[in-house]
């Protein structure tokens, strides 16, 4: 199985990691910075638990990537591929909790100053 965490609330754009969910509004439909933002509900902030079958069609997904010379996909791409073949993938929504996205020396920055004041 795979649990991936995300914030319902964040206003999404064409730079963030979505989610598109299916009807039940838990499961994930679709999954990846390429899709369209008014279809989705949700960003991927990056936090993902991974057990059970999907580990190893995880890394079978990783290996085809890499032999494919597709070096340049973010590994959520291969969980979105993963999901187009039937894997199911559950929705954990985090958008009440603190969380930051850390890119870059000024976002770590930030995210420091917001530890230090209690905001995390």
Known sequence: QLAVAVDTAVELGHE???VRMRGDGRTIGA?????EPASCQGESI?????NGVAVS?????????REAGET???YEDVYGRLIE????????DVSDL?????DTAED?????????????
């Open 72 to 74: 340049h996909l973010y």
């Open 85 to 92: 073949r039937g894997l199911e993938a559950e929705a954990v």
């Open 16 to 18: 963030e990691m979505k």
């Open 108 to 120: 770590l920055s930030r995210a420091d100053a917001m530890v230090r004041a209690g905001e995390l």
């Open 98 to 102: 603190g969380w930051t996205e850390v």
């Open 31 to 35: 999954f990846g910075k390429g899709l």
């Open 46 to 50: 990056g936090v993902e638990r991974v």
């Open 57 to 65: 069609l995880l890394f079978h997904g990783l290996r085809e990537a």
